[in-house]
């Protein structure tokens, strides 16, 4: 198993968030590398003088690193934060203050305030606690040395080594967990849009339905547009026989069909809406009366040469259409009124035919 899949291994618990514990997974690792480096600079003499506290420390980190797969979030993110305080301060006596072990502080004070530990007064002591630890050992070790001599230039490369960790720690904190705030953003966004989309539409044809539609029309109505629109009313023809003789399920799947052969012959060309049960209504922006007749008929022809297959049934199927030019200077409703007059005189002819 690879260092990375061990990392992002995921949680025990499942209504736990992976983040925080492959946060400390990271912290844990870069802590026990840098930790071998600071000894190497700073020479086998004084390893063998305090082996114990470092053969100590990396146990520690390698159980706590084994217990982020079996802990919950908030008390694995306490255990890290105890550590660091024992680490820190057991640290600088053999490293010396020069040495910057102090300033893994940053990390702790980070990782209060974006991980999982509760209330924000909480962390806010939590924080307090942190300042007065930095203040004790800066009283308590300010300019030690270390147990055993170091030379400067190991000295300052041991300094540099932690201040990378301490860099490395923050990067990692701030880029997982602002992710994290991203992609819940970005999931809100989608459900959000989801939402919308879902109250636009129609659930049955996935057309949009009457309020998007009217939506539409109040919202070419405000702008500047100022070129033509067409309104279509069109309406199933005899379409409660079909659910009388077929069932209301087959009734649905002809609705669907109706839906798809709109989007065939109309979809790029007009805004497509179920109106209610069998109604439908069709938006044509720029076009005048004459071009949405055209495809408005083309349509009709469709529907009534294409019979509907719904399992064994072969059903035959006509619309009715009546056809209203939108005026700009009077109402929506006015508009949609006039086309569902010429529907039900297509119906009144005969029905199957396109009024205008």
């Not at 301490?166 to 720690?169: A, M, N, P």
């Not at 919308?196 to 539409?201: Q, S």
């Not at 044509?284 to 007749?293: H, T």
């Given at each position: ?9 995921d949680v ?9 514990i492959v946060?400390?997974?990271?912290l ?9 480096l600071d000894?190497?600079?700073a020479g086998?003499?004084s390893?063998i003088?305090?082996k114990?506290?470092i053969?100590?420390?990396l146990?520690v980190?390698?159980?706590?690193f084994?217990?982020?797969y079996?802990?919950?979030?908030r008390?694995a993110?306490?255990?890290y934060?105890?550590?660091m305080?024992?680490f820190i301060?057991?640290m600088i006596?053999?490293f010396g203050?020069?040495?910057g072990?102090?300033?893994?502080f940053?990390?702790?004070l980070?990782?209060i305030?974006?991980a999982?530990?509760?209330?924000n ?5 939590l924080?307090?606690?942190v300042?007065?630890?930095r ?5 308590v ?5 270390s ?10 490369i041991i300094h ?5 960790a301490?860099?490395?720690?923050v ?20 459900y959000?849009d ?12 996935g057309?949009h339905?009457?309020?998007r539609?009217l939506e ?9 547009y100022l070129?033509?629109?067409t309104v279509?009313?069109g309406?199933?023809?005899f379409?409660?026989k079909v659910?009388?003789t077929?069932g ?8 669907k069909?109706?839906?798809d052969s709109?989007?065939d012959?109309?979809?790029t060309k ?6 209610g049960g ?5 938006i ?10 055209t495809?408005?008929e083309a349509?009709?022809r ?7 297959e719904v ?12 056809l209203?030019?939108y ?7 006015k508009?949609?009124?006039e086309?569902?007059d010429?529907?039900y005189m297509g119906k ?9």
């Open positions: 198993m690879s260092l990375l899949s061990l990392i992002n291994k025990a618990y499942e209504n736990e968030s992976r983040e925080g946060t400390l997974r990271i844990y690792i870069i802590q026990a590398f840098v930790l071998l000894v190497f600079f086998l003499p390893f003088h305090s114990f506290i053969i100590g420390a146990v980190i390698t159980v706590l084994l217990l982020t079996k802990m919950k979030t008390p993110n306490i255990a934060l105890i550590f305080f024992a301060t057991g006596p053999y203050w020069n040495g072990m102090q300033d893994y940053l990390i702790v980070m990782l305030f974006f999982n530990l509760g209330s007064s909480f962390k806010f002591a924080a307090g606690i300042f007065f630890a203040s004790f050992v800066i009283v070790y300010g300019s030690m040395s147990v055993m001599y170091i030379d400067d230039i190991s000295n300052k540099v080594t932690n201040n990378a301490v860099f490395l720690s990067i990692a904190i701030s880029y997982i967990f602002s992710h994290r705030e991203n992609e819940a953003e970005s999931k809100l966004m989608k959000n989801k939402l919308v989309k879902e109250a636009n539409t129609d659930q049955l044809t057309l339905n009457r309020r539609a539409l029309l109040d919202e070419i109505k405000a702008s500047s070129g033509a629109v279509v009313m309406d199933i023809d379409f409660k659910n009388d077929y209301h399920d087959v009734g649905d799947e002809v609705l069909a109706i839906a709109m989007r012959i109309c979809g007009s805004f497509l809406t179920r109106w069998e109604e439908f209504l069709l044509f922006i720029g076009k005048n009366g004459d071009e949405a007749l495809d408005v349509l009709r469709h529907i009534m040469e294409n019979p509907i399992g064994e049934n072969k059903i035959s199927i006509t619309m009715t259409f009546g209203a030019e005026d700009f200077s009077g109402d929506v409703n508009t949609i009124k086309a569902d010429k529907l009144e002819a005969g029905r199957n035919r396109v009024v205008y």
